[in-house]
């Protein structure tokens, strides 16, 4: 069956498989938390995307890439709890290395080992994540963009198609919440400036919470999103 991004807490992964990674998608705990477990096909190599609940659920997603339960990296994409909930028991199970926005990593419940900025690069074997600072729903919050290669075969993949993962940044129907409007501004500034303008319509968008999307979905009601404020 092909990915539909489609998943529920309990259920099962969905699972997106490409030709240099698979990526799979999980819920966990009780606000429904999207969790992403990107894994190299050549290297074995495991990056999990938001610890946020459930630390079992989490250890059965990444046995579920690995049988070796071999992980690489958990990038927190921002300081709100629902999204770190289960980081501590990750990492004290897995010893993967921790990342979070530089502005966030503070305010995690374990020491950050790498404070990633707008432009870093997170490497999964032989797979490359762009890291996108998207400011605003939080002041470190962080999306990773991987691209396809140019020469695909696997059935559900697309030459150079980007992957976007964006926490709470940017959900089908608009950005992430903000509680200010120079909070807006910024996060709109960013998705605008470097998500928008920079990836095509055929982008899929993986959020925090909730279904996919495209950016090909989304970018029509950009002015909408200016007017309504939030």
């Known amino acids: 069956m092909s990915y539909t991004g489609e998943v529920r807490p309990g259920g099962p992964s969905d699972v997106r498989t490409l030709d240099e990674v698979v990526i799979r998608k999980a819920s966990v705990g009780g606000m429904d938390n999207n969790a992403y477990l990107v894994t190299c096909r050549r290297s074995g190599e495991q ?66 080992r790498r404070r990633l900025d707008h432009g870093d690069v997170l490497l999964v074997g032989h797979a490359a994540l762009e890291v996108i600072a998207l400011r605003g729903h939080t002041p470190g919050s962080v ?6 290669p140019a020469s695909v075969r696997s059935p559900d993949a697309v030459a150079r198609r980007v992957h976007l993962l964006t926490g709470d940044s940017l959900f089908p129907g608009g950005p992430g919440r903000t509680t200010t409007p120079d ?31 495209t950016l090909g979905a989304e970018r029509p009601h950009l002015d909408a999103w200016w007017a309504r404020g939030w």
Request: hydrophobic share 45%.
């Open 47 to 112: 990056l999990l995307v938001d610890a946020a609940a459930d630390p079992e659920r989490l250890l059965e997603l990444v046995r579920e890439g690995a049988s070796s339960a071999r992980l690489t990296t958990v990038v927190t994409t921002h300081r709100h709890p629902d999204h770190h909930g289960a980081l501590e028991s990750v990492v004290a199970v897995t010893g993967a290395v921790t990342a979070a926005g530089a502005a966030d990593a503070d305010a995690l419940p374990v020491p950050v």
């Open 143 to 148: 999306a990773l963009a991987y691209r396809e």
């Open 183 to 213: 909070d807006f501004r910024s996060l709109m500034t960013d998705l605008v400036e470097r998500v928008f303008d920079v990836f095509d319509d055929a982008t899929w968008v993986y959020p925090g919470h909730g279904r996919d999307t």
